[in-house]
């Protein structure tokens, strides 16, 4: 089985309204990170946590990590229908270079 | 600059073929991966390299080769295609070697073995 796993599945919100996003994990990690794709497109990189870290902002993103629970959250604030895409969690595992991903939370903004 | 390339991006295959797809990256990082992403799914690691000549099994490797002969380039063998591989593959890669940095991601090859 993979990593992370993401939930919900899927979301679907009004612009304007905020979206939360969770992953957890199973293994001791370096970092955390979250991606977005776009339909048909390749992954592209939005924020990432360090694991002696708790919360990170960017722009509209807020990521919280909780490594004793092994899980994050990503949430975008006053979302836009541009926002519409497939988010993934990913972890550095401490072993080294591997980096897994979850099974990903698509994302549907109404306009 | 390109970033990270692949080639080819569309492939059809006959069940028993074999085929290479090439990655290559013009960001001189260390990192590099191959991912496979089915329909609904997420990423799946199939090999990584954390150096030029060396590389990792990932999750799922059964039915792959991989090959990093120098820095910039990372390919993925498939020596005797099923349907099963039937799939989307991405290719990536990170600076340094582990340790917070993002991955940068090819556009993909959609790869369909009938």
């Known amino acids: 089985s993979q990593q992370g796993e993401e939930d919900p599945q899927a979301l679907s919100i009004q612009e304007g309204e905020n979206a939360t996003m969770n992953c957890s994990y199973k293994?001791?990690?370096?970092?955390l990170q979250w991606y977005r794709q776009n339909s048909g497109r390749g992954l592209v990189h939005l924020i990432l946590?360090?694991?002696?870290?708790r919360e990170k902002h960017s722009g509209r993103l807020r990521v919280t990590l909780d490594t004793s629970k092994k899980s994050s959250s990503l949430l975008i604030t006053a979302s836009r229908a541009a926002d519409t895409a497939s988010y993934f969690c990913a972890t550095e595992e401490t072993s080294g270079s591997r980096l897994t991903f979850g099974e990903g939370t698509q994302l549907t903004v109404n306009p | 600059n390109a970033g990270v390339t692949q080639t080819p991006k569309f492939q059809v295959l006959k069940t028993g073929q074999s085929m290479t797809l090439q990655c290559a990256q013009d960001?001189?990082?260390?990192?590099m991966y191959w991912y496979r992403q089915d329909p609904g799914m997420g990423l799946r690691l199939i090999y990584y390299s954390a150096s030029e000549g060396t590389t990792d099994k990932g999750e799922v490797p059964n039915g792959y080769n991989v090959s990093r002969l120098n820095k910039r380039e990372f390919s993925l063998r498939l020596e005797s295609a099923a349907p099963s591989q039937t799939s989307v593959y991405f290719c990536?890669?990170?600076?340094?070697?582990?340790?917070?940095?993002?991955?940068?991601f090819g556009q993909g090859t959609r790869l369909t073995v009938v």
């Open positions: 293994t001791s990690i370096n970092n």
């Open positions: 960001m001189n990082h260390n990192s």
């Open positions: 946590i360090r694991s002696n870290e």
């Open positions: 990536a890669n990170r600076g340094g070697g582990a340790g917070d940095t993002e991955a940068f």
